[in-house]
């Protein structure tokens, strides 16, 4: 657990979190009073819900989950995560740079994220085909979603 947030960024946090309130508090006297279409509400529901599922997945296909819990290595967390580089417009849109090029980040943790496909580029260029840095591509969100699925799956029946 995180200790709770001290000093200045203590009390930035407690007014993060009382302007939020205030806002869904306000959002919802604006849809109660009929200033705010519920329909409107509903429909803004359902974006919001649609990119948080998105984000969510996305932010769980980032590693393949296959650690046991203990601490992690620079190398260990390199295998557990995943690279999606091009071709493909779609990955661009689920997974921007820093999430396209996750495995990479966690190699190479001080890279900045504008540098990592041209830093992808010259690896597979230079590493032979077997190489573990090539085993940490794939090639889109479906595949990876299916494999932590049977992942899970397995574990589950393993643990139960």
Same mark, same amino acid.
């Given at each position: 657990?995180? @200790? ?7 009390? &930035?946090? +407690?007014?993060?979190?009382? +302007? ?7 959002? #919802? ?15 803004? !529901? ?16 980032? =590693? !393949?989950?296959?650690?046991?819990? &203990? @601490? ?13 580089? @091009?071709?493909?417009?779609? @990955? ?21 994220? =504008?540098?990592?496909?041209?830093? =992808? ?10 190489? +573990?840095?090539? +085993? ?7 595949? #990876? ?16």
């Amino acid at each position: 657990m995180r @200790p709770k947030p001290e000093g200045e960024f203590g009390r &930035d946090w +407690a007014l993060q979190e009382a +302007a939020a309130s205030l806002w869904a508090i306000a959002l #919802l006297a604006m849809v109660a009073s009929g200033v705010v279409p519920l329909r409107d509400f509903l429909i803004f !529901l359902g974006v919001v819900a649609g990119v948080m599922f998105l984000n969510q997945v996305r932010t769980l296909v980032a =590693h !393949l989950w296959e650690n046991d819990g &203990d @601490p992690m290595s620079v190398t260990a967390q390199f295998l557990d995560s995943v690279n999606v580089p @091009p071709p493909g417009t779609l @990955p661009e849109l689920w997974a921007p740079v820093g999430l396209r090029y996750h495995a990479l980040h966690h190699l190479l943790p001080g890279l900045p994220y =504008h540098a990592l496909g041209t830093a =992808h580029r010259r690896l597979c260029e230079e590493l032979e085909s077997g190489s +573990a840095y090539h +085993a940490s591509s794939h090639r889109g969100l479906t595949p #990876l979603v299916r494999r932590l699925a049977a992942s899970t799956l397995t574990n589950r029946r393993i643990s139960a």
